[in-house]
């Protein structure tokens, strides 16, 4: 089982970008922005880490699977 807890959202970005292979292109732009950022509460330029997380869960419908599955619920959970 993946342990993401105390994970910066940097490490969960390489997570993503190793597995989700054909990421949605509305996606990407927040993919490399989580890149950059190591907790939710940080700020990505003008944005707040929370914003760039929500805006990539909402472009990430298309990521499938149980990895898929547990970064999003993490994600979720952390932007709450």
Do not use: C
């Not at 939710?40 to 909402?58: C, G, H, P, R």
């Amino acid at each position: 089982m993946l342990d993401l807890e105390n994970k910066p959202l940097s490490t969960i970005a390489e997570i993503i970008r190793v597995n989700w292979n054909n990421p949605s292109p509305y996606a990407v732009p927040y993919i490399n922005a989580m890149a950059q950022i190591r907790s939710i509460n940080d700020s990505y330029y003008a944005d707040t880490a929370k914003s760039v997380v929500l805006y990539f869960l909402a472009n990430a419908q298309g990521w499938r699977g149980d990895t898929a599955r547990l970064v999003k619920a993490h994600l979720k959970k952390a932007a709450n």
